[in-house]
């Protein structure tokens, strides 16, 4: 039989294995949808800034979401509340390949992105519940690798079939995939006992959470990184297509690197965040410093883009831009659990909402800036200045008290 502490572990592993596979499965539809441009303008008759639109309607469908299903899962727990968000987003996946009429296209990506919002508040409410502390930011990284992993594989993967199959039958095959998933969620994930027993967070406790610097600092950076990794999963074909003319099947093999060198920076991250939390106990040395210097090379990275001639050199800043910025993903969770672990839910569901803001506003705005100047070189330097602001931000207002003194379990400001 095992003992209790081996049980913990697996329990734990169980949690970060299903938070990776919904984490991948929502992001292989960000990468199909971003390798389905052509034909998707194609088949509507649109231009960048029409598709621009439909990637930020996703975005505002889970920023309508994100706030409310922190506070739901911190009072219902993440069994139930995920899997109403499943549900909803494979149906909705399905539906979209189905789908003829553009305006209908746009109101199926905001419920889609509706469907999808309550993902990463979800995951981080299990990993509170389930991961003993100072393991939760090695897990977290290990769970979000599903996000890189789906970027890595997705590229090959979807430049071909979309070219073999068609988008909308890949649409189907994806939401055909999530209802599977949605039925491992319900035979293998339980909420903790003690979960049946505790109270939910009250409103003051709620108010405390909103009004914290170091969390509102996390999430104006949170929001510059979310800048990143919506250029990388929108734009970075139609990127390479523009500037400089590469074949569609060329691009998805050649832009495998950055989200490589994500995977390795997010484990090495992850690991090495925790090791810190163990030795100081101090959130500031273990997750603000590595998250503000790793956003700062990013920002540095995305400078050169607006110059480069070749190819090479462009995934050369591209991998270092989005590979640096990656790295720092899993720290941001935990950064809500430290502060706040018996309203990790909405702590999370804060800071994803500014992540989903930039996901609003990110891909309107290259969009429009390409169709306005004709290539990518000012969005590169606008993405360079959001993400260094909030490396700024977050080196200037985030002072959160020691962890080590405070008492377990409390919330720490």
């Given at each position: 039989?095992?003992?209790?502490?081996?049980k913990?572990?697996?329990t734990?592993?169980?949690?970060t294995g299903l938070?990776?596979?919904?984490?991948l499965l929502?992001y292989?539809?960000?990468v199909?949808?971003?390798?389905?441009?052509?034909p998707?303008?194609?088949?509507f008759g649109i231009d960048?800034?029409?598709f621009?639109?439909?990637m930020?309607?996703?975005a505002?469908?889970a920023l309508?979401?994100?706030?409310?299903?922190?506070?739901l899962?911190d009072r219902?727990?993440a069994?139930?509340?995920w899997?109403?968000?499943?549900?909803l987003?494979s149906?909705t996946?399905?539906?979209?390949?189905?789908?003829?009429y553009?305006w209908l296209?746009?109101?199926?990506?905001?419920?889609?992105g509706?469907?999808?919002?309550?993902n990463?508040p979800?995951?981080?409410?299990?990993?509170?519940d389930?991961?003993?502390?100072?393991?939760a930011t090695?897990?977290t990284?290990f769970?979000?690798?599903?996000?890189?992993?789906?970027l890595?594989?997705g590229?090959p993967?979807?430049?071909?079939?979309?070219?073999?199959?068609?988008?909308?039958?890949?649409?189907?095959?994806?939401?055909?995939v999530g209802?599977i998933?949605?039925?491992?969620?319900?035979?293998?994930y339980?909420?903790?006992?003690?979960r049946e027993?505790?109270?939910?967070p009250?409103?003051?406790?709620?108010?405390v959470v909103?009004?914290?610097?170091?969390?509102?600092a996390?999430a104006w950076s949170f929001?510059g990184?979310?800048?990143?990794?919506?250029?990388?999963i929108?734009w970075?074909?139609?990127y390479?297509e523009?500037?400089f003319?590469?074949?569609l099947?060329?691009i998805g093999?050649?832009?495998t690197?950055?989200w490589?060198f994500s995977?390795?920076?997010?484990?090495?991250m992850?690991?090495l965040?925790?090791?810190?939390?163990i030795a100081s106990g101090?959130?500031?040395?273990?997750?603000?410093?590595?998250?503000?210097i790793?956003?700062?090379l990013?920002?540095?990275?995305?400078i050169?883009?607006?110059s480069v001639?070749s190819s090479d050199w462009a995934?050369?800043?591209?991998t270092l831009g989005?590979g640096?910025?990656?790295?720092?993903n899993?720290?941001y969770?935990s950064i809500c659990t430290?502060?706040?672990?018996?309203s990790a839910?909405a702590?999370?569901g804060?800071?994803?909402?500014f992540f989903s803001?930039?996901?609003?506003?990110t891909?309107?705005l290259?969009g429009?800036l390409?169709?306005?100047?004709?290539?990518?070189?000012?969005?590169?330097?606008?993405l360079s200045?959001?993400?260094?602001?909030?490396?700024?931000?977050?080196l200037l207002?985030?002072?959160?008290?020691s962890?080590?003194?405070a008492?377990?379990?409390?919330?720490?400001?």
């Open positions: 039989m095992p003992n209790g502490h081996e913990t572990m697996s734990a592993a169980l949690v938070a990776f596979a919904l984490s929502n292989l539809d960000r199909v949808i971003s390798y389905a441009i052509g998707i303008q194609k088949d960048n800034a029409d621009g639109l439909a930020s309607l996703f505002a469908g309508a979401i994100n706030g409310i299903s922190g506070v899962l219902y727990g069994r139930r509340i899997i109403l968000g499943l549900i987003w149906l996946m399905f539906l979209l390949g189905w789908i003829h553009w296209f746009l109101a199926f990506r905001v419920v889609l509706i469907g999808e919002g309550v990463f979800a995951m981080n409410r299990a990993v509170a389930w991961v003993p502390r100072e393991k090695r897990a990284s769970a979000l690798l599903g996000v890189p992993g789906a890595l594989i590229g993967l979807f430049s071909l079939v979309i070219d073999r199959f068609g988008w909308r039958e890949t649409f189907m095959a994806l939401g055909a209802f998933l949605m039925l491992a969620w319900l035979m293998f339980r909420d903790p006992p003690k027993t505790s109270t939910a009250t409103l003051a406790e709620y108010s909103l009004r914290n610097p170091t969390l509102l996390t929001f990184f979310g800048a990143i990794l919506f250029f990388g929108t970075i074909p139609a390479f523009h500037e003319n590469l074949k099947t060329a093999w050649f832009t690197m950055p490589a995977i390795i920076g997010m484990v090495l992850g690991t965040s925790d090791h810190l939390f101090d959130i500031r040395r273990a997750r603000i410093h590595p998250i503000w790793l956003q700062l990013a920002a540095a990275s995305f050169p883009l607006a001639t995934i050369f800043w591209l989005i640096f910025s990656m790295s720092a899993g720290l969770y430290d502060l706040f672990s018996k839910g702590a999370t804060i800071i994803v909402t803001a930039s996901g609003v506003l891909p309107f290259i429009w390409t169709d306005t100047t004709g290539s990518f070189d000012t969005a590169a330097l606008m200045g959001i993400v260094g602001s909030g490396a700024l931000g977050l207002f985030a002072r959160p008290k962890a080590s003194a008492a377990p379990n409390t919330e720490i400001t």
